[in-house]
Nanobody, 125 residues
Framework: VQLVESGGGLVQAGDSLRLSCVAS????????VGWFRQAPGKEREFVAAIRRNGGPTFYADSVKGRFTTSRDNTKNTADLQMNSLKPEDTAVYFC???????????????????WGQGTLVTVSS
């Protein structure tokens, strides 16, 4: 599976962005999709995940209520809608896929088999 993210950019605090992840390869609907981010000088962290069939979804506490993830298995795509962005949301955002859909494991970076190259989101204050 190959993954390509898009939609990053430079925005001001309070703005919104929508990231997209397009998958190529078979059986996209067999994978849960996770979103991670890595801020400068920090480790990569879990942001959100969505199960194979589109629900339920899981979020890090830092983005809960502001970010929403969705997917369209007919188009092999997943999105991350980010609202009320804050400067601390600045990071490179990655999508990734895993065959697990258990809450305790979809939050773990090591659970993921395939990764996109990342897209940079910069939020200015």
């Amino acid at each position: 599976v190959q993954l390509v993210e898009s939609g990053g950019g430079l925005v001001q605090a309070g703005d919104s962005l929508r990231l997209s992840c397009v998958a190529s390869g078979p059986s996209f609907n067999r994978y849960s999709v996770g979103w991670f981010r890595q801020a400068p000088g920090k480790e990569r962290e879990f942001v959100a995940a969505i199960r194979r069939n589109g629900g339920p979804t899981f979020y890090a506490d830092s983005v809960k209520g502001r970010f929403t993830t969705s997917r369209d298995n007919t188009k092999n795509t997943a999105d991350l809608q980010m609202n009320s962005l804050k400067p601390e949301d600045t990071a490179v955002y990655f999508c990734a896929v895993t065959q697990t859909d258990i809450l305790s494991t979809v939050r773990l970076e090591k659970s993921y088999h395939y990764w996109g190259q990342g897209t940079l989101v910069t939020v200015s204050s």
